[in-house]
C-alpha cells in the first residue's frame, strides 16, 4: 500500500492572527502530516456583502455583530506577505505548504509560490472557468465533491481533462461540508462509487468528529486524506468546533500510518515471522489421559489434548483410535507413534 498524503488544514483557524497560523504550522508538523493548508481569498471577489453565513457559522461564532459571510471572511483574509512569511515558516519545520485559492487572482497567485498541487474545495465544483483556469496550471488536482452529485463530479473531471490535465493528476475527494458532520450522513462507500464509476485516484475530506473515519477511509483505499485542525475547539471562528485539537491530529497521523503498515501484506494467509515462536506454546498435541498398561486398545477418552504442542496434533487422533498400546504409559506423557504396535 501506497503512503496516504495526509493534509492537515488549517484552514481559516487561524483566525487573522499570523502567530496563531504558525503555532498551527507547528502542530500540523509535530504530528507528522504531509501538508499543512490554508485558505486564499479575497472577501470582495468571493462573496457578496449580503450572503448571509450558513447556520454552522452563526452557531459556531456566537458573540459576533455581523451574521453575513463577508464580515466574517474579511477578518480571516492572508494577505500576499503572510502567504510567503508561512511558507517560508512552513519548510523551516519541515513539512509542505499549501493552500486553497477561492478566485483567479489566489489561483495565479499561489502558482507563483510553486505548490506541487493545486486544492479545489466542493463550492467550486460547478465554477467551471475556475476549473479550467487551476487545469491549465498543469499540476496535480484534488477535488472536493461535498454537495455534488455523481453527474456533478463527471462533468468537472471532464472539464479538468478538456483543459489539458491527466486524469492520473486528478484525486477526488469524496466530502460532505456539513460541520460537523453527522455520522449517519458520511456515507463512506460513496468514495468507491467515485473510484469505480471514474477509475480515478479517490481520497476523503472529513468533516465529523473523531478520527475513526478518515482511518477507515484508508482502510478501504484512500490515497488522501484531509482533516481540519485546531489549536483549542474553544476558540471563535467558523470552524474551531468541528476540527481535531493537536493530540487528536497527531493521533489520527499515527493511526493511518499503522493502517498502511497493516494493509501492506501480500494478501496470503499464513503464520507471520513473529507468531511462528507461539505456535508450539498456544496449540495443543495429544496427552494420555491415565495410566494404561500393554496391550490396552485405545479409545478417544484415553488420550488427552494439552499445550504444548510438541507431538501428535489432535486432527490425527482419528488414525490412532483402534490400535494397542505395546507398553505401559503414564497419565501426561506425550503420545508417540512408537507407542502402537
Known amino acids: 500500500m501506497s503512503k496516504t ?10 483566525n487573522g492572527d499570523m502567530a496563531l497560523a504558525k503555532q498551527l504550522i507547528n502542530v500540523a508538523a509535530d504530528a507528522r ?52 512569511e508561512l511558507q517560508e515558516y512552513a519548510t523551516q519545520k519541515g513539512i509542505n505548504f ?3 485559492g477561492f478566485d483567479h487572482d489566489s489561483i495565479n497567485f499561489l502558482d507563483t509560490l510553486g505548490m506541487d498541487l493545486f ?10 472557468p475556475y476549473l479550467k483556469h487551476v487545469a491549465s496550471k498543469g499540476k496535480p488536482v484534488v477535488l472536493s465533491t461535498g454537495m455534488a452529485s455523481l453527474k456533478e463530479i463527471e462533468e468537472a473531471i471532464d472539464v479538468l481533462e478538456e483543459a489539458g490535465l491527466q ?39 472529513d468533516h465529523t468528529l473523531g478520527i475513526e473515519v478518515p482511518v477507515a477511509a484508508v482502510a ?20 474551531h468546533k468541528a476540527s481535531l485539537e493537536p493530540a487528536e491530529l497527531k493521533a489520527m497521523v499515527q493511526a493511518i500510518r499503522n493502517i498502511e503498515v497493516a494493509m501492506s501484506g501480500d494478501g496470503r494467509k499464513k503464520p507471520s515471522p513473529s507468531e511462528m515462536k507461539n505456535k508450539p506454546l498456544v496449540r495443543k498435541s495429544l496427552y494420555y489421559n491415565g495410566a494404561y498398561p500393554a ?9 488427552i489434548a494439552m ?13 490412532l483410535i483402534g490400535r494397542t498400546l505395546k507398553r505401559e504409559v503414564n497419565k501426561g506423557e506425550p503420545v508417540e507413534h512408537k507407542d502402537f504396535s
Not at 493548508?37 to 471577489?45: D, I, N, V, Y
Not at 478501504?220 to 470552524?239: C, Q
Request: with cysteine.
Open 5 to 14: 498524503i495526509i493534509i492537515a488544514e488549517a484552514g481559516v483557524n487561524h
Open 220 to 239: 478501504l483505499g484512500a490515497t488522501v486524506i484531509e482533516k481540519h485542525f485546531t489549536l483549542d475547539n474553544s476558540l471563535p471562528g467558523p470552524d
Open 167 to 205: 486524469r492520473t493528476a486528478i484525486t477526488v475527494l469524496h466530502c460532505n461540508t456539513e460541520y460537523p458532520t453527522p455520522m449517519q450522513d458520511v456515507n463512506l462507500k460513496a468514495m468507491l462509487t467515485i473510484q469505480e464509476a471514474f477509475k480515478i485516484n479517490v481520497g476523503y475530506s
Open 307 to 319: 499445550r504444548p504442542a510438541s507431538g501428535i496434533s489432535p486432527m490425527q487422533i482419528d488414525d
Open 98 to 100: 499549501l493552500s486553497t
Open 33 to 84: 502530516a504531509d501538508y499543512v493548508k490554508f485558505q486564499t481569498f479575497k472577501a470582495a471577489k468571493l462573496v457578496s456583502k449580503e450572503a448571509k453565513q450558513a447556520e454552522y457559522q452563526v452557531k459556531n461564532q456566537s458573540g459576533q455583530n455581523d451574521d453575513t459571510q463577508y464580515g466574517m471572511l474579511k477578518r480571516l483574509e492572508l494577505s500576499e506577505q503572510d502567504h510567503h
Open 295 to 303: 496391550g490396552t486398545v485405545v479409545e478417544e477418552h484415553h488420550f
Open 119 to 128: 486544492k479545489i474545495p466542493s463550492g467550486e465544483i460547478i465554477n467551471k
